[in-house]
C-alpha cells in the first residue's frame, strides 16, 4: 500500500484549526452535514444505534440527530480533543474503525475518506461494523475539487523554478468510488457528486479558509522547501487571469461525491435471473420483434 497521506501532519493540522475555530471556513463541512441528513430524512427507515465516523467538529452528528431518525449518534475522532465540553468520543486512527462487527445501523462519514491511504480497507471495515440492512452514508471530496488553485500551482511553480511539485492532493473520482463500496460488498450502492463554485477576493482568502479547515497540503511526497512571498503573488497574478469574474473575484470548485450503500440482507431486492421474464420487451412496448442478423 502507497503511502500518499502524512497521517501524523493531517492530525495536527486538523486539531489547530479545530482549536482557532473559524465558522465562516466551516461552510463545506456545513454543506456536507446538511446534505447527508437530508439524504437520511428520506429513507423511510429508524436507526437505533447511528456513528458519525472522524467528522471532526460532530455538525453532522448533530443534523442526523434533529432528523428524528437515529435514537442515539455516537462519534468516532482521532483525539478526544474534538469532543464538546460534556460529550464523551471514542478515539480512533482516520483509518481504523473501533467498532464490533455487526454494531451499527447507520454510519455516517462527513469529508475525511479523502484523506486515508488505505480507502478501500476503510470501506470493509466499516461494512463489518454494520449490523445486516445496516445504512452506510458518506461525503468524500472528489475529482475536481480546488482544480483552479492546482493549475495555479503548477503553472507558477514551473515559471519560477523549471520544476513543481504536488502542491494539491489527488481526489478520487465518482465511479472509482461506486466501484468501491460494490468491492466492500455493500448493496445497492449509489454514488453521485454536487459541484459548488465559492468565490473568493483572491487566492489569499482562499489559502486561509483552507488553513482553518485543516485542508493544506499533507501529501508525503510534498516539498519541504518553504515557498516564499513572491510565489503565492505570482500565484496570486495567475488565478487572477485565468479564473476570475468580471467584477475581479476569483473562483474555487469543491465537487462532492456522496454515497450510500447498505450491508447485505436477505430482504433486499436483487436482480432477476437471466432468462426468468415472464413478458417479451416487444410486447410490453407494443413492437415488432425482429431476429437479430449476424
Do not use: C
Not at 24 to 37: P, R
Not at 78 to 103: C, N, Q, R
Not at 108 to 121: A, E, I, W, Y
Amino acid at each position: 500500500m502507497d503511502i500518499v497521506f502524512d497521517q501524523t501532519l493531517i492530525e495536527a493540522r486538523r486539531k489547530r484549526a479545530f482549536r482557532d475555530s473559524d465558522p465562516k471556513a466551516q461552510f463545506l463541512l456545513e454543506i456536507a452535514a446538511q446534505e447527508l441528513s437530508e439524504r437520511l430524512s428520506v429513507v423511510e427507515r429508524h436507526f437505533d444505534t447511528a456513528v458519525e465516523l472522524h467528522g471532526y467538529t460532530g455538525l453532522t452528528a448533530r443534523y442526523i440527530a434533529n432528523t428524528g431518525k437515529v435514537t442515539e449518534i455516537k462519534r468516532v475522532e482521532t483525539d478526544a480533543a474534538f469532543a464538546a465540553a460534556d460529550e464523551t468520543v471514542s478515539v480512533s486512527p482516520l483509518e481504523t474503525v473501533p467498532l464490533t462487527p455487526e454494531s451499527a445501523n447507520l454510519i455516517v462519514s462527513p469529508l475525511s475518506l479523502h484523506l486515508t491511504n488505505d480507502t478501500p480497507g476503510v470501506f470493509i471495515q466499516v461494512r463489518r461494523a454494520l449490523k445486516p440492512d445496516g445504512l452506510f452514508l458518506a461525503a468524500i471530496p472528489g475529482s475536481g475539487t480546488l482544480q483552479e488553485l492546482r493549475e495555479v500551482l503548477l503553472a507558477a511553480e514551473s515559471e519560477m523554478t523549471g520544476g513543481a511539485s504536488p502542491r494539491v492532493i489527488p481526489f478520487a473520482d465518482v465511479r472509482d468510488i461506486g466501484a468501491l463500496l460494490q468491492r466492500a460488498g455493500f448493496t445497492l450502492p449509489v454514488a453521485d457528486t454536487e459541484t459548488y463554485t465559492v468565490r473568493y477576493a483572491s487566492l489569499f482568502s482562499l489559502l486561509k479558509d483552507l488553513r482553518s479547515m485543516g485542508m493544506t497540503n499533507p501529501l508525503t511526497a510534498r516539498s519541504r522547501k518553504p515557498l516564499t512571498r513572491r510565489f503565492f503573488v505570482r500565484a496570486a497574478e495567475i488565478y487572477a487571469e485565468r479564473f476570475a469574474d468580471p467584477d475581479g473575484r476569483i473562483r474555487a470548485t469543491f465537487s462532492i461525491i456522496y454515497i450510500s450503500g447498505w450491508a447485505p440482507h436477505e430482504s433486499q431486492q436483487k436482480p432477476l435471473k437471466p432468462g426468468s421474464a415472464k413478458q417479451r420487451l416487444s410486447d410490453a412496448l407494443s413492437t415488432r420483434e425482429l431476429p437479430f442478423k449476424e
